[in-house]
């Protein structure tokens, strides 16, 4: 008998200062990350540059010592806090003689690890592809069977293409799959609607606390866990508030700055989904330092899903573990809260209250048979319980708010009866 102990690996972080963002927090973030995906940030190198080195993104003394550090140390490979272009890896990877990788494809690894649901991991998968798809050029040697030097060509050219093909493919059926489930999701979210419930998402910061948030909400059993993306796929279920209404809470992905384009496009339907819903609690950390940047990459994502017109509650988490309250931004109609603990969870539930949007309630129409593109926007946007067509036009009972009574109000048959 024999086991097989799994041995940590090693890695060297390397962060490049050009002044775009704050070089030394992103790079605390991604040991962070490192250590999310199972190996131990053991070194870091940092080097100050207007822009990176085309061939090895760092300058030629820089990599000479990390090169040095990585076989004194006995390291197992290196992570670099910016996205690499194939030549980048390849020329660090000769140089090296370790895997070299890059924060896209340290995130790609967690969503990878983490993903549970049929859709979480499509989503990861297609994101792994698009990404994987241009770094195949130029390394048709490598991937030869039989060696380079004339006459061998051809063979790893061959699979090159070959390799290219099956990802277009695969990338085309994944396409498919989400597609496919994303229109059951509509019609869920249509559904919904119809009936007249209220979604709530839970938005922000990876390891911001929304887990437990939802946990302590809707005892949901939600994995929670002191790690970055501890939660991909989403979670739906039922809260209560004080005055008796039922809304569903919706626990999404976590956000982080720089997010992979090609995450943020795999997983656009599911961010859409958060950002589609009627109130956003935008959760955050408060504790951190870093919480003013953290609410700003938040808002900056769901402004680019069209967001903009739901009702944004800013939720400052963790607050039992601020030292200092001046440091924490002061932003309106935000809530203090521990979700762990959990203070500030009645004041919670009162801020959505007070978001809800309007109730709804349930009409007597008649509509003359010219107004027929009402009925269609009642079967539509509300709900319609039950019609009959009569000698006069259409007789319906539908459930609608005030902004699509509005319009068939003078064809309501009991007006004084909603008023």
Not at 62 to 82: T, W
Not at 142 to 168: A, C, M, V, Y
Not at 349 to 359: F, T
Request: aromatic share 4%.
């Amino acid at each position: 008998m024999f086991e097989n102990e799994q041995v940590q690996e090693r890695a060297l972080l390397v962060a490049l200062d050009t002044g775009e963002y704050d070089a030394e927090t992103s790079l605390a973030e991604l040991g962070e990350l490192t250590q999310t995906a199972g190996a131990e940030p053991a070194f870091t190198l940092t080097q100050k540059r207007p822009s990176p080195e085309a061939a090895t993104c760092i300058g030629s003394g820089m990599a000479a010592e990390a090169a040095e550090l990585i076989q004194r140390e006995k390291l197992d490979l290196c992570i670099f806090d910016r996205e690499l272009t194939p030549t980048q890896i390849r020329n660090l990877e000769e140089l090296f003689g370790v895997r070299v990788i890059d924060r896209t494809m340290l995130i790609l690894d967690i969503f990878a690890q983490r993903a549970r649901s049929r859709e979480g991991k499509l989503q990861v998968e297609l994101a792994q592809l698009r990404y994987m798809l241009p770094r195949l050029s130029g390394r048709g040697t490598s991937l030869s069977r039989l060696g380079g030097g004339i006459g061998t060509r051809g063979p790893g050219e061959t699979k090159l293409e070959t390799d290219r093909r099956h990802i277009r493919r695969r990338i085309g059926s994944l396409k498919e799959q989400l597609a496919d489930s994303e229109a059951a999701r509509a019609i869920t979210e249509k559904r919904r609607r119809k009936n007249g419930i209220i979604t709530v998402a839970l938005v922000g910061y990876t390891n911001a606390g929304k887990s437990t948030l939802m946990n302590r909400l809707t005892q949901a059993g939600v994995l929670a866990e002191d790690k970055l993306f501890a939660t991909l796929d989403p979670t739906a279920r039922a809260m209560k508030l004080p005055s008796g209404r039922s809304v569903m809470l919706i626990d999404t992905v976590g956000l982080i700055r720089r997010l992979p384009h090609h995450l943020v496009e795999a997983f656009k339907s599911t961010l859409e989904q958060a950002a589609d819903a009627d109130i956003l609690l935008n959760i955050c950390d408060a504790s951190s330092p870093e919480c003013g940047e953290h609410l700003r990459v938040t808002e900056d994502l769901l402004q680019s899903l069209g967001a903009g017109d739901s009702p944004v509650i800013p939720v400052m988490n963790k607050w039992d573990a601020v030292e200092d309250e001046e440091s924490v931004p002061r932003l309106a109609g935000a809530v203090r809260i521990s979700a762990l603990s959990g203070e500030g969870i009645h004041q919670l539930l009162q801020a959505v209250e007070e978001n809800m949007p309007e109730k709804t309630f349930d009409v007597d129409l008649l509509l003359p048979f010219s107004k027929s593109g009402l009925a269609a926007r009642l079967r539509d946007e509300g709900a319609v319980l039950s019609e009959e067509y009569v000698a006069e036009g259409l007789r319906l009972t539908a459930r609608v708010d005030q902004r699509l009574y509005s319009p068939v109000k003078e064809y309501d048959i009991n007006p004084a009866e909603e008023e």
